[in-house]
């Protein structure tokens, strides 16, 4: 784990666009555009992967100049000074020879890890022929789809003519472009598949844990990307928070059914529970320091229970809510399968691997449903302009959703569990950054950075230790600040 799971966002560069609100009222999609039930793009098609170098040549993506079209494998390709800007993904292999990955490979019974299946499937294209293409590690393939047929195809004529669904249904090519496709492609890798994990054992080894946001991810400071984003502003960054949070979510429940089923077949190395996916710091956490941590208006799980994935859970209520702000012609679902999953891990601290499993899957179909509608609106309207106030909406219900009332009327927390505070707050901070940043929203500047400085990890520290009964306080104070700004600016509340 790594202090790096909250990185502040002040440092963003955003496009402020004045325009029109795409809105109007949600209505259910076109009886002609009956959208499928599952998005394309989930999982990797079954062609042969190509090497990231045969996309490297100077005509192709090789070009000279870092950050010009025709450049993106200059752009990719690993720095030696990792310290300024460059593209994580190139150095995904590399990091497989470094000190933790040693001692993780020791712990764990693994002689080289860089030769490792389990530590490949992620940092690296899985399955490249020749094998020694492994060392690009995570290149082009990995997140643009296996080449092997759209190699040819993808600047022949005609193929500008195809549909995204075509591209990814005959040819294996990922429609980058589309959020929804893009996104749950990085789940992948961020969260994990039936095929791909980081578990407990893992991370207790050393490797950090995966935490995935896709707007903060998008954002990285140090994440020198290959491409300009043509969804223009806020519209880009409001939509990636609403899908990365279904997208993860999705990817987490996918997980979950995967692991529970192994359990269920009674295969002895599923560990079950799988703490991975429980909240880190209902058992990582320092007792008696002051008064309980738990007061007032709590989530839905029972005392002493850790919740499940409360990463990817806690704010997906609002995208749901309010995804028909930035989506037009969608209406916002109603999660019953998610919410009843979480009641089914939350029964018993080890609830029936068969009962999970079940429910598990009828979540994956419900988020399918969700992420398949999404995706046929970006589709339909891919560079949507929407009014900066959009983001407004957002913020207000994160902080509503942040925030509850105790039997008293005293405003609490209403999780305090240190992965839902940070999943309202990075709702925020993506929000801030889509309506301007300073320039756009100058009365948020301070109150986003003195929430993000009370979440932040002591330094030194991998872990929110020292988030106490005080400290909490602090976080209700910051987002209480947070909803007064909003009073006082008298934005829209409530449903769309
Ligand atoms: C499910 C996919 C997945 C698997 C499996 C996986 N990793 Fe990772 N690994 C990641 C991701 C994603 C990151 C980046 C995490 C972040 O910063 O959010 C990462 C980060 C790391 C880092 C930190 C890199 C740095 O720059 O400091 C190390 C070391 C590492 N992994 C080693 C391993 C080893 C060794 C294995 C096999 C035992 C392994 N990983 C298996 C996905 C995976
Ligand atoms: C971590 C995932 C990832 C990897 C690895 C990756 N790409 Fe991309 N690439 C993207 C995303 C996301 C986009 C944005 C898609 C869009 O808006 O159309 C993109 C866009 C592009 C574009 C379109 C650029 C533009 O301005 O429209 C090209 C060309 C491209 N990538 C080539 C490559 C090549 C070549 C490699 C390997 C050297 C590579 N990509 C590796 C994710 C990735
Ligand atoms: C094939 C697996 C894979 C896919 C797909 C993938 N990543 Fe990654 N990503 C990794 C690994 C592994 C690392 C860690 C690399 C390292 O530290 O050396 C990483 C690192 C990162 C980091 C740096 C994290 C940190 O804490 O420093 C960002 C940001 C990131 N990825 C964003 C994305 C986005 C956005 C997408 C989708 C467009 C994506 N990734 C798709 C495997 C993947
Ligand atoms: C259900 C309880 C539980 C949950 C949930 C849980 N852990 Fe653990 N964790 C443990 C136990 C028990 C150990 C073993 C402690 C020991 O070896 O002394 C451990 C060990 C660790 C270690 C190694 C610590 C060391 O110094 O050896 C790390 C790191 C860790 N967990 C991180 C996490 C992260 C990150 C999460 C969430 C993704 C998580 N844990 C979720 C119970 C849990």
Redesign the pocket.
Known sequence: M?A?VL?FFGVLAVLASATRQSGGQPARPAANGTPPAKPYGTGMPAFAQVPTASCGSSPCHGGGSVGQVGSEHTTWAPVVNTDGPHD??A??Y??LFNETSVRMGKLLGIAAPHKEALCLK??A??NVRPADAVAD??GCG??HGPAEKWLEAHYAPGWKGLSNKQKWDDYGFVP?DNLVA??L??A???VGDADREVNHDLIAAGH?RLAFE?AR??A?P??RKHWVEKIPQPAFEVRTWVVGQAAALRASADLLRARAERAAAGDEKAAWPEFSGLACYSCHQTIGTGDIRRTGGQADRPVGRPGWEVWSNAAVGVAAELCPEVFAGVSAPDLRAVTELRKVMGKSTAPSPKAVAAQAGKAVAELDAWLAILQAAEDRDPAPRVSPAVARKFVARLTDNALAKDKDGHTVLADHDWDALAANYLGCAAMYSAAGGKAGEPGWAEPVKALGDKLRFPAGKDSPSGLDRKGLDGVRDGFQRFQKLFDATSVTRGKP
């Open positions: 790594r790096s990185v994580p993904h150095k995904a590399r990091v992620c940092h294209i899985d590690g995570v990995a997140c980058t893009r996104s492609n990085c992948g890798c961020h950090p896709a991810f998008h990285a140090q994440y």
